[in-house]
């Protein structure tokens, strides 16, 4: 006579190392996906705040162009500054503004000629005969230093 098989309930070990095995790759997948999207964001709000400061700093610049008799742009470092001062008399009456931030470096350069070069430091400038100001300005991100910002402009009178 024949024994019959035995119902027994429960799980093979080859079961068990296939669902663990299956799971380990998920979990690695999505480990993957979600730090490599925190890292994504992070390199975009630095980008962001990069083009926020070019927007402050050129806003300044036009400022001053645009309302000062004459002005001096000076940086406390070549090529690279921690800041930008912006002195101009108007009317006897002077104004000073610094721009400055602790994450961030600016370089100028007078792009006036067929060659940009570094800006002279301070830079002159006479408004008497309405020239437009062609600069570029570039921010560097302190802490990562590959991540940069660079704009060329024509600033003028109007």
Same mark, same amino acid.
């Given at each position: 006579?024949?024994?019959?098989?035995?119902?027994?309930?429960?799980?093979?070990?080859?079961? !068990?190392?296939?669902?663990? +095995?299956?799971? &380990?790759?998920? =979990?690695?997948?999505?480990?993957?996906? /979600?730090? #490599?999207? $925190?890292?994504?964001?992070?390199?975009?709000?630095?980008?962001?705040?990069?083009?926020?400061?070019?927007?402050?700093?050129?806003?300044?610049? !036009?400022?001053?162009?645009? +309302?000062?008799? &004459?002005?001096? =742009?000076?940086?406390?470092?070549?090529? /690279?500054? #921690?800041? $930008?001062?912006?002195?101009?008399?108007?009317?006897?009456?002077?104004?000073?503004?610094?721009?400055?931030?602790?994450?961030?470096?600016?370089?100028?350069?007078?792009?006036?000629?067929?060659?940009?070069?570094?800006?002279?430091?301070?830079?002159?400038?006479?408004n008497t005969s309405s020239q437009p100001l062609s600069i570029k300005v570039i921010i560097r991100n302190k802490q990562h230093p590959s991540e940069k910002y660079e704009v060329s402009t024509i600033i003028s009178r109007l």
């Open positions: 006579m024949q024994k019959s098989p035995s119902k027994e309930s429960g799980v093979t070990l080859i079961e !068990t190392l296939a669902v663990l +095995t299956i799971l &380990s790759i998920v =979990i690695v997948l999505s480990y993957n996906i /979600f730090f #490599s999207g $925190i890292s994504n964001s992070n390199k975009a709000e630095r980008t962001v705040l990069l083009q926020q400061e070019m927007n402050l700093v050129i806003q300044n610049i !036009t400022e001053f162009h645009e +309302t000062q008799d &004459s002005y001096d =742009i000076a940086v406390d470092n070549t090529p /690279f500054a #921690s800041n $930008i001062i912006l002195k101009g008399k108007k009317d006897g009456v002077t104004k000073t503004t610094e721009i400055s931030n602790p994450n961030f470096e600016y370089a100028l350069y007078d792009i006036s000629g067929t060659i940009g070069k570094v800006m002279d430091n301070p830079k002159k400038i006479t």
